[in-house]
T-cell receptor, first 112, second 116 residues
Framework: GNSVTQMEGPVTLSEEAFLTINCTYT??????LFWYVQYPGEGLQLLLK?????DKGSNKGFEATYRKETTSFHLEKGSVQVSDSAVYFC???????????FGTGTLLAVQP | GAVVSQHPSWVICKSGTSVKIECRSL??????MFWYRQFPKQSLMLMAT?????????EQGVEKDKFLINHASLTLSTLTVTSAHPEDSSFYIC????????????FGPGTRLLVL
C-alpha cells in the first residue's frame, strides 16, 4: 500500500542555517504530495503541495520538488528562523483515494 | 478562508463516560470530513471518513460502535467517544475537504482528551 517515510528528528539548527527534511514515498500511480506544519499547541496547516511530477511547491521560503524518479519530496529552506520551529509532516493522497497518508513527522528546533 | 474549528479544545472525563467532539467548517461547506487520532510523538492515524448525510467509513481496526461519527450538515461533524477508557486518551483532530473536488484538507486545532 501507499506509505510515506520521512527522516526522524529532532532536527536542531541555528538561525539562518539551511534546512533539509527528507521525505520519500511509496505509491501506485501518481499521488499528490504535501507538507504540513504543526506549530506548538496548534493544528496542522498546509505548508505546500505538488500534484504532478517535477512540480515545485513553495511557501514562506520553503520549497519541495516532486521527484518521480527518486520518489521523493524533500523539504528545503535556505535560511531558517526561530519561528520555523515546529513539527513538519510529509503526506500523500491519491491517486485513487482522497485519504491522506502521513509520515511520522519531524520536529525542527531552531535556536537563536 | 478555509477555517476549521473544533470544540472543546481539551476535555478531562471519568472512565465510562461519553465525550462528544465537534468539528465545524466555518467559511465553507464540507461534504467530506476526516477524523484522525494522534499519539504523542507519532503521526496522525486516520480513524474514519465522514460524508454528509451518510454513514461514516471507518478504517480497519477502528471500532465504529465506540467512535460514533455523525455528519448531519455540510458544516458540522461530531465524534463521540462512548464509554471512554484511559487508553482512549489522545489528541483527536478533524479535517475538512474543500469543495470543488480539491484534494487539500484543512485541519482543526485538535481536541486533547484525557480519560481518568
Amino acid at each position: 500500500g501507499n506509505s510515506v517515510t520521512q527522516m526522524e528528528g529532532p532536527v536542531t539548527l541555528s538561525e539562518e542555517a539551511f534546512l533539509t527534511i527528507n521525505c520519500t514515498y511509496t505509491a501506485t500511480g501518481y499521488p499528490s504530495l504535501f507538507w504540513y506544519v504543526q506549530y506548538p499547541g496548534e493544528g496542522l496547516q498546509l505548508l505546500l503541495k505538488a500534484t504532478k511530477a517535477d512540480d515545485k511547491g513553495s511557501n514562506k521560503g520553503f520549497e519541495a520538488t516532486y521527484r518521480k524518479e527518486t520518489t521523493s519530496f524533500h523539504l528545503e529552506k535556505g535560511s531558517v528562523q526561530v519561528s520555523d520551529s515546529a513539527v513538519y509532516f510529509c503526506a500523500l493522497s491519491g491517486p485513487s483515494t482522497n485519504k491522506l497518508i502521513f509520515g511520522t513527522g519531524t520536529l525542527l528546533a531552531v535556536q537563536p | 478562508g478555509a477555517v476549521v474549528s473544533q470544540h472543546p479544545s481539551w476535555v478531562i472525563c471519568k472512565s465510562g463516560t461519553s465525550v462528544k467532539i465537534e468539528c465545524r467548517s466555518l467559511d465553507f461547506q464540507a461534504t467530506t470530513m476526516f477524523w484522525y487520532r494522534q499519539f504523542p510523538k507519532q503521526s496522525l492515524m486516520l480513524m474514519a471518513t465522514s460524508n454528509e448525510g451518510s454513514k461514516a467509513t471507518y478504517e480497519q481496526g477502528v471500532e465504529k460502535d465506540k467512535f460514533l461519527i455523525n455528519h448531519a450538515s455540510l458544516t458540522l461533524s461530531t465524534l463521540t467517544v462512548t464509554s471512554a477508557h484511559p487508553e482512549d486518551s489522545s489528541f483527536y483532530i478533524c479535517s475538512a475537504r474543500a469543495p470543488g473536488g480539491q484534494e487539500t484538507q484543512y485541519f482543526g486545532p485538535g481536541t486533547r482528551l484525557l480519560v481518568l
